[in-house]
């Protein structure tokens, strides 16, 4: 099993950034891929961007909705990726969860919910005009 906790989340004004968090811990040496979704109130769970690596080989996808505001990384010290959000809109408002998944990611199945094996709780992000 892999325990994932985000952090980060909070309320900022339009324009802002943010910096979310999503530590992994468990059988973390089975994981690699992980992903950041979001959820809007009323609407269904899209993907937000993703990484996934194998030796010294990494690979990342965004949504095109975020490409170019927002950006993934990974410090494999600490078990921990990050989703760093930038000219933040109030359509970014939505709770995000991070996943993972226990195989590399083809890019066209990042997107995919259902690759992932594990899931976070979510922490609430929330832009004001």
């Known amino acids: 099993q892999v325990q994932l906790v985000e952090s980060g989340g909070g309320l900022v004004q339009a324009g802002g950034s943010l910096r979310l968090s999503c530590a992994a811990s468990?059988?973390?040496?089975?994981?690699?891929?992980m992903g950041w979704f979001r959820q809007a109130p009323g609407k269904e769970r899209e993907f937000v961007a993703g990484?996934?690596?194998?030796?010294?080989?990494?690979?990342?996808s965004y949504a095109d909705s975020v490409r170019g505001r927002f950006t993934i990384s990974r410090d494999n010290a600490k078990n921990t990726v990050y989703l760093q959000m930038s000219s933040l809109n109030p359509d970014d408002t939505a709770v995000y969860y991070c996943?993972?998944?226990?195989?590399?990611?083809?890019?066209?199945?990042?997107?995919?919910?259902?690759?992932?094996?594990?899931w976070g709780q979510g922490t609430q992000v929330t832009v004001s005009s």
């Open positions: 990484i996934t690596w194998s030796g010294g080989s990494t690979s990342t």
């Open positions: 996943a993972a998944a226990n195989a590399w990611m083809a890019q066209w199945d990042f997107r995919r919910t259902w690759k992932y094996d594990y």
């Open positions: 468990g059988r973390i040496f089975s994981t690699y891929a």
